[in-house]
């Protein structure tokens, strides 16, 4: 089942703890490849000093973070990776999740952490080909290139654990805010 667009207007916390074990759907030009989400962060907008839109910033990289939710938010960090993020909320508070894990289906067993290709934000945006194109697409239309279901994958609180985000030393205190949200135990967490 398709995840509808009303999934993503909820507290952005709630959100990124939702997404984990739902299905990414890539559009490819080999057909629709899929993974599970293992690892998110949630950005709380103008009032998270980690968020791109803190304090209202506007910029062209920022104007889809300014749409309502169940959009996409791709950028480039270092000049080099790209990282998805589905927005949340409205677009009177633009908040995003950070996608930062995932499991490609179907699931492979015997694989090594040296092997992964997708154990991490930048990893996985180049495993699946996601660029700046991707940017700005309905997550809840079957026809996107990126849209998101539920297989009925079942999480429990305890599986969750919540951490500070990775890499946003930068936002003083909010950077130690327990933000971070990975499946326990998984193989495919970016880092521990």
Same mark, same amino acid.
């Given at each position: 089942m398709i995840l509808p667009q009303e999934f993503y207007f909820e507290d952005t916390t709630l959100v990124?703890?939702?997404?984990?074990?739902?299905?990414?759907?890539?559009?490819?030009?080999s057909g629709i490849q899929k993974a599970r989400i293992i690892e998110t962060e949630a950005y709380?907008?103008?009032? /998270?000093?980690?968020?791109?839109? #803190?304090e209202d910033r506007r910029?062209?990289?920022?104007?889809?973070?300014?749409? /309502?939710?169940g959009h996409s938010y791709v950028y480039m960090i270092y000049g080099m990776y790209f990282c998805?993020? #589905?927005?949340?909320?409205?677009?009177?508070?633009?908040?995003?999740?950070?996608?930062?894990?995932?499991?490609?289906l179907p699931a492979q067993e015997n694989l090594r952490k040296k092997d992964l290709k997708t154990n991490g934000p930048g990893k996985l945006c180049k495993h699946y080909g996601i660029t700046r194109k991707h940017d700005g697409l309905k997550l809840w239309k079957k026809s996107s290139?990126? #849209?998101?279901?539920?297989? /009925? #994958?079942?999480?429990?609180?305890?599986?969750?654990v919540p951490?500070?985000?990775?890499?946003?030393?930068?936002?003083?205190?909010?950077?130690?805010?327990?933000?971070?949200?990975?499946l326990r135990d998984h193989l495919f967490v970016s880092k521990k």
């Open positions: 990124a703890q939702s997404l984990l074990g739902k299905v990414l759907n890539i559009r490819t030009n709380l907008g103008i009032e /998270d000093p980690a968020c791109h839109t #803190f910029t062209e990289r920022t104007k889809s973070m300014y749409l /309502d939710g998805l993020n #589905f927005v949340t909320r409205t677009h009177e508070h633009p908040e995003a999740v950070l996608i930062r894990a995932v499991e490609p290139d990126l #849209f998101v279901t539920d297989d /009925d #994958f079942k999480v429990s609180k305890k599986q969750i951490t500070a985000r990775v890499g946003v030393d930068y936002a003083g205190e909010a950077a130690k805010w327990p933000l971070r949200f990975y």
